[in-house]
């Protein structure tokens, strides 16, 4: 039985502007930092360590994941936000709030089926991989679209607030524990 941890990103300086972010970047904020070390503190004060860890690309997922943790880490472009095409780093309310389809593709984006496919191939590969207890930090989508795919009842209701963690059990299937929100 494999644990994997999966986390968001802490708050970027685009979320609190209401830019969209998708594979442009921008850098933490205090605020954002501070969530990651609260993740930290929350991993030790549970005695948990990590057999392996691995991070999106994102300077936003990397930052979060070395304040994290010390362990050395796999950096992994399956782990990416979905890409908006031009529409990267434009208002977040000039486009749909949930169920982008194809929206993206028109602007030279990614369609929601290649994210989630790309997303689901890319932890189901590190599943079933190496270590027991695993970190892979990335993004809200990214979490949303994975946790729709091993049809997680609860996809839709939970709250995808920035360091998030989603603790799920891995032993040929996927299971969903619990949602841990260590930083407010």
């Known amino acids: 039985m494999k644990t994997i941890y999966l986390i968001r990103h802490g708050e970027t300086l685009f979320n609190v502007m209401g830019l969209e972010q998708g594979q442009c970047d921008s850098p933490l904020t205090a ?4 969530q990651a070390l609260q993740a930290k ?3 030790n ?3 948990i360590s990590f057999d392996k860890v691995y991070t999106s690309t994102s300077e936003r997922a990397i930052d979060t994941c070395e304040l994290i943790t010390n362990k050395p880490y796999t950096k992994l472009k399956g782990l990416k936000e979905i890409y908006l095409g031009t529409k990267e780093a ?3 309310s000039s486009s749909p709030a949930y169920g982008y389809t194809d929206y993206f593709v028109q602007f030279g984006g ?3 089926d290649e994210v989630t496919n790309r997303i689901y191939n890319t932890i189901d590969k590190i599943a079933h991989g190496q270590g027991d207890t695993i970190l892979i930090v990335s993004h809200g989508l990214v979490m949303r679209r994975f946790l729709h795919k091993i049809n997680y009842p609860k996809t839709d209701t939970v709250k995808y607030d920035n360091c ?3 603790k799920i059990l891995y032993d040929n299937e996927y299971h969903v524990i ?3 929100h260590p930083a407010q």
């Not at 605020?31 to 501070?34: L, R």
């Open 31 to 34: 605020k954002g930092i501070e």
């Open 41 to 43: 503190k929350w991993f």
């Open 45 to 47: 004060d549970h005695h």
């Open 90 to 92: 434009s208002l977040r």
């Open 110 to 112: 990614e369609h929601i």
């Open 164 to 166: 998030v963690i989603f």
């Open 178 to 180: 619990e949602d841990i």
